[in-house]
C-alpha cells in the first residue's frame, strides 16, 4: 500500500465516522442547551443532567432496561448459539436451508407483527405482562442474530478438526468446549454484542408485551416524545453514551494488554485469539 | 471456553447488581402492589405535583404508565394480562369498549365532585348519563397559523386550506379521521358521514389539497410550529395551547361550519383491581383547584366549572379555548363509526397519504 | 452421539416452536379473516387489485432497493478499509456503537439538523445556496433509513473480509496479479457472502420502516411498514395487516432464495 493511498482511506474512514456521530453529538450538544429545545442554543446549563439523576422513575426504568438487555441477550446467546451448532450438523442442504430461513423470520419481520403476535401468545397462554413477557420476547427476536453471527464461524471451522479429535477418543462434550466453541469464540462474542443492541435498541415489540408498570427506556422515551423530546432524555443519553464508550475502549485495552502479557509468555503469535469480536 | 465463562459470569453479576438496585428502588417509591393505583394515561398528561398531592393525601401509590393511541391501550386493555385502574380514552373509543363490555359501571356515590362539571359537557351521546366516563379535559379541531407570515383573520374556513398560498406549508394532523373530517365539514357534511357518495366526494376534494401539504405528522406538529418549520397546521386545540406559549404569533381558530368536540374520559376497566383507588383519584381531580392546576399545568379545556372561576381570565375568556356557545352548536363528537367504516375511512386516507401530485 | 446433538437443538427449537412457527400460523390464519370475522380470501384479493397497494409495494421495494446500495455503497469500502486499520476491533466497535443511542433521539436530531433553521440550512444559507425544504423530502428519507442501516451492513461484510485467508492475497500477489486484479477476482468474490447477508440484514427491514416514514418523510413517503401499523393499530383490521405481514415474509423468503448460500463455496476451501 503506498503511502498516498493510505491517507486517503483514512480520510474516508474519518468521513464515515463523522457521519455516523454527527446527530449523536448534535444530541450531546443540546444536553446543554438552557433553551428547552433542540433547535436554538441559548446558553450553557448542566440542569438537564440535574433532572436526570432527580427522576427516579426514570432511574429505575434505566435499570431494568439494561437488566433486560443484558440478560435476555446472554440466554439468547447460550440458545442461538446451540441452535448454530445444531443446524451446522444437519447434513441435508434442504432441511438446512429451511430452518435458516425460519430463523430469519424473526430478523426480517416488522416489529409490529411480531410484538403484535408475541402479545396474542401471551395472552393466549395466559402469561400475566411485564418483566418476564418482556425478557422472553427478547430473547425471542434476540436469537436469530445470535445464529446468523455464529453459523459462520462454525462453517469456517476445519472439519477435518472434529474428525480428528473424535478419532482420538475425545468425547461430545470435549469435542464442544476444547474445540468448537474456541473456535467459534469470535461469533459467541460478536452475537452477544448484537443481541444486546437489538435489545436496547427495540421499541415496538416492547410497547406490546409490557405491562403491570413495567416499562424500558425506548418506550418511555416514545411516550414522552409527544412533548417534543425533553433534553432530561439528550442528558441520559450522553451519560449512557458514554458510558458505553469508557466500556468499549476500556474493555479493548484490557483485552489488548492481557494479549500481550500472553504473548510474551507463550511466545507464539495468537492473532485469532486477539479477536474481540 | 474459560473466557466465555468468565464473561457470561460477569454478566450474570451485573444482572444480579441491577435487579437488586431496581427493587430497592421500587421499594424507595413504595410501588408494592396492594395499595397502587395503575393509572393508564396519555404521556405527559398530568401535572406530576399532582400525583405527589394525591400520594401525600390518600397513601396510595400511582404507577403512571403512558399510551400514545387510543388503539394501542384499547389492545393492551382488551388483551388483558394487565391491571390498569383508571384509564384516559376519547370518546370514540369509550363508545366502542361500553359496547364491548370492557368498563365498570361507574357508582356515581363514590365519586365526589360532579356537581363541578359543566353539565353542558356530559350526558353525550357515546356516554348517557355518564355511567361509564368522566370527563378529564376536552377540546376541538381547528386550524392553526403564524400571524408573521399570514394576514391575522384571513384564515376562517376549512376552504382557506386550499388557497393556493399555501403551497408546500400546511401540516395535517395524522388521523384519518380529522383529515376526512375536515374535507367533509368543508363540503358541508357530518364528520361522522356513513353515506358512500358524501366520502367519495370529501376524499376526492382532499386529493386536491395535495399540492399544499407539507407533511401529515403528529405530535411534532407542535415542534415544528414554534419554529416556524411551517406557518400552517390542522391540530387539536390543546397542542396549539403549548404552541402558543412558546410562540405568541400564533392564532387558533374553530371553522365555524363545524369541526370537531373530543373528550378525554375517566374509565375503569374491568380489569381494574383498585376500584376504590380509581375512585378517590377521580374524586381527586375533580377538586376545583386540583382541576384548575392541572388544567393550566396541561394546557387543554377543563370541564370543571368551578376550576375556571379560579382560573385567570385570560385563559377561561379565551374564545380560541373556550368557544361561544354559537360555535360550540357546530362541533360534532365523532360517533364509533364501526370497524366497516372505520376501514373506509382509513383506506380514503392511506390513499391521500400516497397521492401525489 | 446423536443424543447430544439434539440436546443441543431442544431450546432452540422451543424457540423455533413456540416464537416462529406459532406466530407465523397465527398470522397466516388472521390473513383469512375480515374485520368481521368471516374467513374469506378478500385480503389477498383487496391486495392484488387495489392500486393502492401495489403501488405501496412498488415504492417500497424502490426505496428498500436504494437504501440497501446506498449503505452497500458506503459501507463495503469502509468495512474494507477498517480491516486493514491498527485497531480494527476498536473501530468497529465504535461503528456499532451509535445503534445504542435511541432511534426516535436520532431521527429528533436529523429533524434538528435537516429543519428549515437547522445546521444544514445555516450552512446553505452562509454559503448564499438559500435555504431549501430538506425534510419530508425522498432524499432526507433515503438519507436517514441508509444512515440507520450503515452499521447492520458494515458488519457481516467486515467479518467476511477478516476471516479472509491472507495466504490467498499473498498467492495472488505471487501469481503476479496487480492489487485491482487481486480485489477483483480474490476478495470480492471471496467477501461476497458477506455481503448477501448485509443486503438481506438491510432490504428487508427496509421494506417495513415505519416510524421515520413520518417523522422524517412527514408521511409523503408510505412503506408496507407504514400500512402495516395503520392495520394493526389503526383501524385494527388485522386480517389486512397480516396478509401484508405473509406478503412480506414470502418476499423473504425469495430474498433469502436468491441470496442464499448455493453450493457452499468449498470450492475454494478444496483448492
Redesign the interface.
Known amino acids: 500500500m503506498t503511502k498516498k493511498n493510505f491517507k486517503w482511506s483514512n480520510l474516508y474512514l474519518l468521513l464515515v465516522f463523522v457521519v455516523l456521530y454527527a446527530p449523536i453529538m448534535y444530541l450531546i450538544f443540546y444536553s446543554f442547551n438552557e433553551g428547552g429545545t433542540m433547535t436554538s442554543f441559548t446558553g450553557f446549563t448542566w440542569d438537564n443532567y440535574a433532572a436526570v439523576f432527580e427522576d427516579t422513575r426514570l432511574m429505575g426504568i434505566v435499570l431494568d432496561t439494561f437488566l433486560v438487555a443484558l440478560l435476555a441477550s446472554l440466554l439468547a446467546t447460550v440458545i442461538g448459539t446451540f441452535g448454530a451448532i445444531g443446524i451446522y450438523y444437519v447434513k441435508k442442504r434442504n432441511t438446512r436451508n429451511t430452518l435458516l430461513s425460519m430463523n430469519n423470520i424473526l430478523l426480517v419481520s416488522p416489529d409490529v407483527i411480531i410484538g403484535a403476535s408475541f402479545l396474542i401468545l401471551f395472552t393466549f397462554i395466559g402469561f400475566r405482562l411485564g418483566f418476564t413477557s418482556v425478557l422472553l420476547s427478547h430473547v425471542a427476536f434476540s436469537i436469530p442474530i445470535v445464529v446468523l453471527m455464529v453459523l459462520p464461524k462454525l462453517q469456517e471451522m476445519n472439519p477435518t478438526m472434529l474428525k480428528a479429535a473424535q478419532d482420538l477418543g475425545a468425547t461430545n462434550l470435549q469435542v464442544l468446549t476444547k474445540i468448537v466453541l474456541p473456535a467459534i469464540t469470535p461469533g459467541i462474542l460478536a452475537g452477544y454484542f448484537m443481541a444486546f443492541t437489538y435489545s436496547l435498541d427495540d421499541f415496538a415489540v416492547t410497547f406490546f408485551v409490557t405491562g403491570n408498570g413495567f416499562s424500558t427506556l425506548a418506550v418511555e422515551i416514545y411516550s414522552r416524545a409527544r412533548q417534543g423530546v425533553s433534553l432530561e432524555i439528550n442528558a441520559l443519553s450522553t451519560l449512557m453514551f458514554l458510558f458505553a464508550l469508557i466500556l468499549v475502549i476500556g474493555y479493548y485495552f484490557i483485552q489488548q494488554y492481557n494479549m500481550s502479557k500472553k504473548h510474551k509468555q507463550n511466545g507464539k503469535k495468537n492473532t485469532k485469539a486477539v479477536t474481540l469480536l | 471456553?474459560k473466557?466465555?465463562v468468565t464473561?457470561?459470569a460477569i454478566?450474570?453479576a451485573?444482572?444480579g447488581v441491577?435487579?437488586y438496585?431496581?427493587n430497592k428502588?421500587?421499594q424507595?417509591?413504595g410501588?408494592t402492589g396492594e395499595n397502587?393505583l395503575?393509572l393508564y394515561n396519555?404521556?405527559?398528561y398530568i401535572d406530576p405535583e399532582l400525583i405527589t398531592k394525591f400520594e401525600e393525601e390518600t397513601g396510595y401509590v400511582v404507577?403512571?404508565?403512558?399510551?400514545?393511541?387510543n388503539?394501542?391501550m384499547?389492545?393492551?386493555i382488551s388483551?388483558?394480562?394487565?391491571?390498569y385502574d383508571l384509564a384516559v380514552p376519547s370518546e370514540y373509543m369509550i363508545e366502542r369498549m361500553i359496547e364491548e363490555d370492557m368498563l365498570i359501571e361507574l357508582d356515581h356515590s363514590k365519586i365526589e365532585g360532579m356537581e363541578h362539571l359543566d353539565p353542558d359537557l356530559l350526558d353525550m351521546a357515546f356516554d348517557p348519563g355518564n355511567q361509564y366516563s368522566m370527563p378529564y379535559f376536552w377540546g376541538t379541531l381547528g386550524i392553526v397559523y403564524n400571524i408573521k407570515f399570514i394576514e391575522e383573520g384571513s384564515i376562517e374556513h376549512w376552504d382557506d386550506l386550499w388557497k393556493p398560498e399555501f403551497q408546500?406549508n400546511l401540516?395535517l394532523i395524522?388521523g384519518?379521521r380529522e383529515v376526512i373530517g375536515l374535507s367533509l365539514n368543508s363540503l358541508g357534511y357530518s364528520v361522522n358521514s356513513k353515506n358512500d357518495a358524501e366520502l367519495a366526494e370529501a376524499a376526492e376534494k382532499l386529493d386536491t389539497l395535495t399540492p399544499n401539504v407539507?407533511?401529515?405528522?403528529?405530535?411534532?406538529i407542535?415542534?415544528?410550529m414554534?419554529?416556524?418549520?411551517s406557518s400552517i397546521a390542522v391540530t387539536f386545540s390543546g397542542e396549539v395551547a403549548?404552541m402558543m406559549w412558546e410562540n405568541e404569533d400564533l392564532q387558533y381558530v374553530i371553522p365555524p361550519e363545524g369541526s370537531n368536540l373530543w373528550f378525554d374520559n375517566f374509565v375503569i376497566p374491568k380489569t381494574a383491581q383498585n376500584t376504590e383507588a380509581a375512585y378517590a383519584f377521580i374524586s381527586f381531580m375533580l377538586d376545583p383547584e386540583n382541576a384548575a392546576q392541572n388544567a393550566e399545568y396541561v394546557g387543554y379545556s377543563t370541564p370543571n366549572l368551578s376550576a375556571l372561576d379560579i382560573m385567570p381570565a385570560e385563559i377561561t375568556e379565551d374564545e380560541q379555548f373556550y368557544p361561544s356557545k354559537d360555535t360550540m352548536e357546530h362541533l360534532e363528537v365523532y360517533e364509533n363509526l364501526g370497524?366497516?367504516y372505520?376501514?373506509i375511512y382509513?383506506?380514503y386516507f392511506?390513499?391521500f397519504?400516497?397521492h401525489r401530485n | 452421539m446423536k443424543q447430544t446433538k439434539t440436546f443441543y437443538f431442544v431450546p432452540y427449537s422451543i424457540w423455533l416452536l413456540l416464537f416462529v412457527v406459532a406466530p407465523l400460523m397465527l398470522i397466516l390464519y388472521q390473513s383469512f379473516f375480515d374485520i368481521q370475522g368471516n374467513f374469506t380470501f378478500a385480503n389477498y384479493a383487496t391486495y392484488f387489485q387495489s392500486g393502492t397497494y401495489l403501488t405501496m409495494t412498488f415504492n417500497s421495494i424502490f426505496y428498500a432497493f436504494l437504501i440497501t446500495l446506498f449503505t452497500l455503497l458506503i459501507s463495503y469500502p469502509t468495512a474494507y478499509l477498517l480491516v486493514r486499520t491498527k485497531h480494527k476491533q476498536l473501530w468497529l466497535l465504535l461503528i456499532i456503537l451509535p445503534t445504542w443511542i435511541n432511534l426516535l433521539l436520532k431521527a429528533y436530531a436529523f429533524i434538528g439538523i435537516f429543519s428549515m433553521n437547522g445546521t444544514v440550512n445555516d450552512f446553505l444559507s452562509f454559503t448564499g445556496i438559500g435555504r431549501q425544504q430538506i425534510l419530508f423530502t425522498d432524499m432526507s428519507f433515503l438519507l436517514v433509513a441508509s444512515y440507520i442501516e450503515i452499521p447492520f451492513m458494515i458488519l457481516p461484510i467486515y467479518n467476511a473480509l477478516e476471516e479472509m485467508n491472507p495466504s490467498y492475497l499473498k498467492a495472488s500477489n505471487d501469481l503476479g496479479a496487480n492489487s485491482w486484479e487481486t480485489f477483483r477476482r480474490v476478495i470480492f468474490p471471496l467477501s461476497l457472502n458477506g455481503v448477501k447477508s448485509g443486503v438481506q440484514a438491510v432490504f428487508i427491514p427496509s421494506l417495513s420502516l415505519f416510524m421515520l416514514t413520518r417523522l422524517i418523510g412527514g408521511n409523503r413517503v408510505i412503506t408496507l411498514g407504514t400500512a402495516i401499523e395503520q392495520h394493526f393499530l389503526v383501524t385494527e383490521n388485522w386480517g389486512m395487516g397480516s396478509t401484508i405481514g405473509v406478503i412480506l415474509i414470502i418476499a423473504m423468503f425469495l430474498m433469502m432464495l436468491v441470496t442464499g448460500e448455493k453450493k457452499k463455496k468449498g470450492a475454494v476451501h478444496k483448492k
Open positions: 471456553m473466557r466465555l464473561l457470561a454478566i450474570l451485573a444482572c441491577l435487579y438496585s431496581s428502588l421500587d424507595a417509591q410501588i397502587t395503575n396519555w404521556g405527559d404507577s403512571y404508565e403512558t399510551f400514545d393511541s388503539e394501542a384499547y389492545t393492551k388483551q388483558g394480562g394487565t391491571a408546500d401540516m395524522d384519518a407539507k407533511a401529515v405528522v403528529a405530535d411534532e407542535k415542534m415544528y414554534i419554529q416556524e418549520e403549548d370497524q366497516e372505520i376501514g382509513n383506506d392511506l390513499k397519504k400516497m
